[in-house]
């Protein structure tokens, strides 16, 4: 067969109709699942008209609210804790000499990336049970540890990889100048890795607010966070509320994404410069 | 004496720099050693303990953790069999992971190709459409497939809107809904390494192959896949490893009875009170991943050679 003029040496027969596909797949269930969610009927599959009815039932039911407040107090809480202790591990790790430990600090570091959720979440149901027993106290403070430490890696990954890509040679002139180690950090070394930080607490958010397996395991009774309530929901009564309530965490995860997306091309952006 | 001076100032700023350096590390250790480490050594500890009669663990040593995880003894003569149940489910987990993984494949590597022969200003926005799903809560993404599968969803209500079903097709709590879920939820996983190695693909290559007569077939056999090779490894064991130990889908679409790994280590610590068997099966998954890490990290050091 003679090659057509127009020859296009990258096409490969059938991916373009499969990447479409794929596309279309990664799309079409969560687009249905936010439709169903305006759905004015009590049905999950016939359409009945728009409404809003299940945020308002949503809105008022006490139970999403009290799930809703534990979320974000956890995943707020957890954020914090854990890009503080994140920033503090990149600065040893992101740049300077080697030492002895790094790469066991690594390990450390990346941990909860490598162990499967499940395994994390049994091991700290038998840990913390036992420190329930001993000392009484059954409060978030289980939650908020356990988020904290599964969130330091991805608070940690961005602002490790924005150090790697930073100038050292405007700390060095700080210095020069008779600045203090602080007066550098504080003035010199912090405003330019707050992008990083921005993308790293970000994503601890984020990780912290869709956290399922582990905080199912390790919540006391009553515990309910948004995730774990509608995990609940799906195995009893499934109404549109469950839908409702799923969008708009579904909307607020697509704005953090977003925003990291333009966040972090800024900063490739900058470093092009 | 003077020679030494600076010499011993230089010790003293060393030692102060290690000092320094730990402090740093110490509360991202104290935390991780707390909540991450810590109670993995509890684990293993307790995988050699006797089950407690309502839960938790007698301090005795024992196997029979261990022996638990692909046998059972007899309740009235204590001799072992095979636990065709705990093996059956053991397959069914690596038998899913590697579909999975296949699916994946097949479908990422001709998005990721299509994604890296885009005009280079929109090849960021093509990512962006993998990535939003990725960070999307897996949890809502499971339930999207659920509303799709359901006996009462939106598949089977379309097939007979059409009238080429009476009744629904039983798609819930089957191996396929757990399978089309892995599929759904980490195909990302697969198209973001594979474009990282497509996006580095020197074209050039593709067009000396084509100028000597090869056909696209024998392009992309010869020279593209073996040129993604990393790409497809990376993709190909970040999706095998979160389906191995997946809990959520095989909870929710698989129900009760299509169990995976994940949910055999549930059982244990929940309805079957046996955390000394649920510890040494959850240190038989970790084993598991630890491995397929352990292949991928030798296949991307022999690539660097």
Redesign the interface.
């Known amino acids: 067969m003679a090659k057509p003029k127009t020859?296009d040496?990258?096409?490969?027969?059938?991916?373009?109709a499969?990447?479409a596909?794929?596309?279309i797949?990664?799309?079409l269930?969560?687009v249905?699942?936010v439709i169903?969610s305006f759905n004015s009927g009590l049905?999950?599959?016939?359409w009945e008209g728009f409404s809003l009815s299940w945020y308002v039932t949503a809105w008022h039911n006490e139970v999403v609210q009290a799930a809703t407040i534990r979320s974000v107090i956890i995943a707020t809480v957890a954020t914090v804790?854990?890009t503080?202790?994140?920033v503090?591990?990149a600065?040893?790790?992101g740049r300077g000499k080697p030492?002895r430990g790094r790469s066991a600090?690594f390990a450390?570091?990346n941990?909860?990336l490598?162990?499967?959720?499940?395994?994390?979440?049994?091991?700290?149901?038998?840990?913390f049970?036992w420190v329930k027993t001993t000392t009484g106290y059954s409060g978030l403070g289980y939650l908020i540890?356990?988020h904290?430490?599964?969130c330091?890696p991805f608070a940690f990954m961005p602002v490790r990889a924005r150090l790697q890509g930073m100038d050292q040679t405007l700390e060095q002139a700080a210095a020069d100048l008779y600045a203090s180690s602080w007066q550098t950090f504080r003035r010199v070394t912090f405003p330019l890795l707050w992008p990083g930080v921005l993308a790293g607490a970000m994503l601890a958010f984020?990780t912290s607010?869709?956290d399922?397996?582990i905080t199912e395991?390790v919540k006391s009774a009553g515990q309910d966070t948004l995730?774990t309530y509608?995990?609940g929901q799906?195995?009893r009564n499934l109404t549109p509320e469950?839908?409702a309530i799923?969008t708009v965490?579904?909307v607020f995860?697509?704005v953090?994404?977003?925003a990291f997306?333009f966040v972090s091309?800024e900063n490739h952006a900058k470093a092009q410069l | 004496m003077a020679a030494t001076q600076p010499n011993t100032d230089l010790v003293a700023a060393n030692r102060r720099e290690?000092r320094n350096?730990w402090l740093?590390?110490l509360?991202?250790?104290v935390?991780?050693l707390?909540?991450?480490?810590?109670?993995?050594i509890?684990?293993v500890l307790?995988s050699f303990l006797v089950a407690g009669d309502y839960g938790?663990v007698v301090w005795h040593f024992s196997w029979d953790g261990w022996l638990g995880v692909f046998t059972t003894s007899d309740p009235f003569d204590g001799t072992l069999s095979l636990a065709d149940a705990h093996i059956s489910i053991l397959w069914r987990s690596v038998k899913l992971s590697a579909l999975t993984t296949l699916f994946c494949l097949?479908?990422?590597f001709?998005?990721a190709?299509?994604?890296a022969?885009r005009p280079v200003s929109q090849r960021?926005g093509w990512m962006?459409?993998?990535?939003?799903?990725f960070?999307?809560?897996?949890?809502?993404?499971t339930?999207?497939?659920?509303?799709?599968i359901?006996n009462?969803?939106?598949v089977n209500?379309f097939l007979e809107w059409l009238g080429i079903i009476d009744q629904p097709i039983q798609m819930m709590f089957t191996d396929f809904a757990i399978l089309l879920g892995m599929v759904?939820v980490y195909?990302?996983l697969m198209?973001l390494p594979l474009y990282a190695s497509m996006e580095r693909l020197n074209?050039s290559l593709?067009?000396a192959a084509?100028d000597l007569y090869a056909t696209?077939f024998r392009?992309?056999r010869r020279v593209?896949i073996p040129a993604v090779k990393p790409g497809v490894v990376a993709g190909s064991i970040l999706v095998f490893?979160?389906s191995?130990?997946a809990?959520?889908i095989p909870r929710?679409l698989g129900g009760g009875t299509q169990l995976m790994l994940?949910n055999l280590?549930?059982l244990q610590?929940g309805q079957a009170r046996n955390?000394p068997l649920?510890?040494a099966l959850?240190?038989t998954?970790?084993v598991m991943?630890?491995a397929a890490?352990i292949v991928y990290v030798r296949a991307s050091a022999n690539e660097g050679e």
């Open positions: 020859f040496t990258r096409r490969q027969a059938g991916f373009t499969i990447a596909f794929c596309f797949v990664l799309y269930p969560i249905l699942m169903f049905a999950l599959t016939s804790v854990s503080l202790v994140a503090l591990a600065l040893v790790m030492f600090m450390l570091i941990q909860p490598m162990v499967p959720e499940i395994v994390t979440a049994v091991s700290l149901l038998v840990v049970a540890l356990a904290s430490a599964f330091i984020v607010l869709d399922v397996v395991f995730p509608m995990l799906m195995r469950t839908n799923a965490l579904l995860s697509v953090l994404v977003v997306f091309r | 290690t350096r740093l590390l509360p991202a250790i935390i991780l707390a909540a991450a480490i810590g109670p993995l509890v684990v307790y938790g097949i479908l990422g001709p998005t190709y299509f994604i022969t960021d962006l459409l993998i990535t939003i799903p960070w999307t809560n897996l949890l809502i993404r339930f999207a497939i659920m509303g799709l359901r009462e969803g939106l209500g759904y195909l990302p198209v074209f593709i067009e084509y696209p392009v992309l593209i490893v979160p191995l130990g809990y959520v929710i994940g280590i549930e610590f955390w649920g510890a959850s240190l998954l970790l991943v630890t890490l």
